[in-house]
């Protein structure tokens, strides 16, 4: 079985979507059944995927999709250029790492669209106005014309319920996103001039949801209170996005520009060596559709504190220390960090139901699942359909 994996987005850093499509990478190629995977990324993410991409495998190729920077020329190349490609590779399986638009029966094969949240509902604030219009008229489009909708947790497989009509929801399935143990972590802080100093470590992009100004607001409550060391920082990982000129502004208005490093641009080693080395892993989010960092960070041994969320509850059971949003979190928050440290810190904790065998058979056992209903041995079969333009192939 071929997939076509397309994970072309804006970002040329590590972001959620691009770790989401580089694991969905990963897991099928642990799987026997899987004869290709073809991973098409945009032209700014080529360094991206060589320093933090799957491992090379000669079942895996890499697609460079010729599209212009932008959302409007990667929306129509989505739309007009990505069911050639699939025809011209021969893909049993398209795979979407996250909604686009796509055409009704413009492919030759089932498609397949991950759904990570429902953000342009239920946080417009992410998008603003009138852009989140677009946004949910592009989820709304690449839901009811894709075949089948995976969603990466049971929160969002349940909210989905809210905003699209039974019919489309009958075609969703929750499969989990894939989270391992990192890999080796590297040696060097990747925190410029860190001489030792105990951190906090926030991962996060910066957008409303990921409620950053208010975790600024506690680790300045504890620097005030006296109620962590004198030393400690705080440390933010995460791409840049909306919220950047307000979270800078914070930073700068409390006082905290020797204690707060915003960070971006981490290869995987980095990320996982900050979640070894860090006193605790803090994630205030109001809403989230799946909560990587909670996952990475208790694989990794860290201690954790985060919001009182659906998403972290499915993900942390009892292995957090949660928080209730709202009048006095501030304090709350502060206080729970505060309680966390005063524990030992954690072994690393198992989660085989995330792992890539698991994940693979759910993903392949779909497919084959598809493959039946549309009649695969002959309606899916790609005939003469060669030399697509839209994206030059190579392998890594």
């Known amino acids: ?80 250029r990505l069911p050639l490609l699939a025809a011209q590779y021969g893909a049993d399986v398209v795979h979407l790492a996250y909604p686009v638009p796509i055409g009704l029966r413009a492919f030759s094969c089932p498609t397949v669209v991950t759904l990570h949240d ?5 946080i417009p604030s992410n998008f603003g106005f009138p852009k989140v219009l677009f946004n949910r008229w592009i989820l709304q489009q690449c839901l009811r014309n894709a075949d089948s909708i995976a969603c990466v947790s049971d929160t969002t497989y349940h909210q989905l319920g809210w905003y699209v009509p039974q019919l489309i929801r009958q075609k969703a399935l929750r499969v989990y996103n894939c989270v391992e143990p990192g890999p080796l972590y590297a ?91 860090c006193e605790a892993l803090v994630a205030p989010s109001t809403i989230e559709g799946f909560g990587l960092p909670i996952a990475e960070a208790l694989l990794a041994g860290s201690r954790v504190v985060c919001s009182d969320i659906p998403a972290f509850r499915e993900l942390g059971g009892a292995c957090c220390r949660y928080v209730q949003l709202g009048d006095g ?12 440290l005063q524990q030992p810190r954690r072994s690393p904790i198992a989660m085989p139901w995330l792992s890539a065998p698991i994940i693979a058979n759910q993903y392949v056992h779909h497919y084959h699942q598809l493959l039946a209903l549309a009649g695969a041995s002959q309606k899916f079969r790609f005939s003469h359909v060669v030399g697509a333009p839209g994206a030059e192939r190579r392998s890594l």
């Open 1 to 80: 079985m071929r997939v076509l994996l397309a994970a072309a987005s804006a970002s040329s850093e590590l972001s959620g979507v691009q770790r989401h499509a580089f694991n969905v990478a990963h897991c099928l190629l642990t799987h026997p059944e899987i004869s290709a995977v073809d991973l098409v990324v945009a032209p700014w993410q080529q360094e991206l995927v060589q320093n933090s991409g799957p491992a090379p495998s000669g079942r895996l190729n890499i697609h460079i999709a010729e599209m212009q920077p932008g959302s409007f020329h990667r929306n129509v190349w989505y739309y007009n």
């Open 118 to 122: 429902l953000y342009p509902y239920e």
């Open 187 to 277: 040696m060097e802080s990747p925190i410029r001039g860190w001489t030792n100093e105990p951190f906090l470590l926030c991962v996060a992009q910066h957008r409303r949801n990921k409620n950053i100004p208010f975790l600024l607001r506690v680790f300045r409550q504890l620097i005030r209170r006296g109620l962590v060391d004198s030393s400690m920082q705080l440390m933010v990982v995460g791409i840049a996005g909306p919220e950047t000129r307000r979270i800078r502004r914070t930073i700068q208005r409390a006082g905290l520009e020797r204690r707060v490093r915003l960070m971006e641009g981490l290869s995987e080693r980095e990320l996982h060596w900050s979640y070894k080395n």
């Open 329 to 340: 979190a501030v304090d709350a928050f502060a206080d729970a960090i505060v309680a966390t």
